[in-house]
DNA sequence: CCATTAAGCGACA
DNA sequence: TGTCGCTTAATGG
């Protein structure tokens, strides 16, 4: 295997503050690993025996209930850290990772996240800095599935998705990987059907356009305006 | 307002 | 040809 092209870790939070020396010795120590759409990175209530760096693709976050639904709870885009159990203080994943699309992403042995925070200056800040950011967004995510109505949660779903892994086209912004309406239903907590139901909608109303795997928002503002909590009633 | 059940259709491998 | 993604209608909580 060709060794690792230092530029891949230069402009990334983790890594922004090391010297060229330092970010060859973390990568040294990394192993890529390709995951074709649909592959487990690693399953919830595994041992967390490796944290990983996205580098191209995209990897939802799944948690399975009771019940053995499954629940979308984030997604990570290229660039960032995932896996990092360990600076949560836990031994085990509290979720499965599963590629979005095809991925490549960077594995580091579990124990070094200890080391690499302890010795370079920087990388546990952004660590957590991380965990915070991902906190923060699962909150106002409880806020809404507590607030909001069906109609709200799937259209703030798909805005999050347009605004953080959306892909610009002349026609408007779409998803940037192939995504289901069983997808959004799990990450908005409600059923295929009634995503169905509302992208149909939506779609009459010229504000999306889908096909199969793909959905793309023509008028973001639109969105914008069902997304808000309804005013009465 | 929304979930569930059921039926049917086209795309895809 | 079988599976998957999607749509729509009907029903009921």
């Known amino acids: 295997m060709r060794k690792l092209d ?3 870790l230069t402009h990334l939070p983790p890594f922004s503050e090391l010297g060229r020396e330092q970010i060859r010795e973390i990568l040294d120590r990394a192993t890529p690993q390709r995951y074709d759409t649909g592959d487990t990175v690693f399953h919830e209530g595994e041992e967390a025996g490796r944290f990983f760096l996205l580098l191209d693709g995209y990897v939802r976050v799944v948690r399975m209930t009771a019940e053995g639904e499954h629940v979308t709870v984030l997604h990570i885009a290229a660039g960032q850290l995932f896996g990092i159990a360990a600076a949560l203080g836990n031994e085990r994943y509290p ?3 599963v590629a979005a699309s095809d991925t490549i992403a ?7 996240w200890h080391d690499f925070t302890a010795t370079y200056p920087g990388f546990a800040a952004s660590g957590y800095k991380t965990v915070g950011n991902r906190m ?3 909150h106002k995510r409880v806020v809404e599935m507590a607030t909001q109505q069906v109609e709200q949660r799937v259209a703030n779903a798909l805005l999050r998705l347009i ?3 959306g892909r610009r086209t002349d026609a408007g912004i779409e998803v940037d990987f192939p995504i289901t309406r069983q997808d959004l239903s799990e990450m908005t907590g409600t059923t295929l059907h009634t995503v169905s139901r ?3 909608a939506w779609e009459k109303r010229g504000i999306v356009e889908s096909k199969r795997k793909h959905i793309m928002v023509r008028e ?3 969105l914008v305006m069902l997304a808000e909590p309804a005013v009465s009633s």
């Open 6 to 8: 230092e530029s891949l």
């Open 95 to 97: 979720a499965s990772a």
């Open 106 to 112: 960077l594995g580091w042995p579990m124990r070094l």
């Open 136 to 138: 923060e967004e699962i």
């Open 163 to 165: 605004t953080q892994m």
């Open 198 to 200: 509302l992208l149909s």
């Open 220 to 222: 973001p503002h639109q």
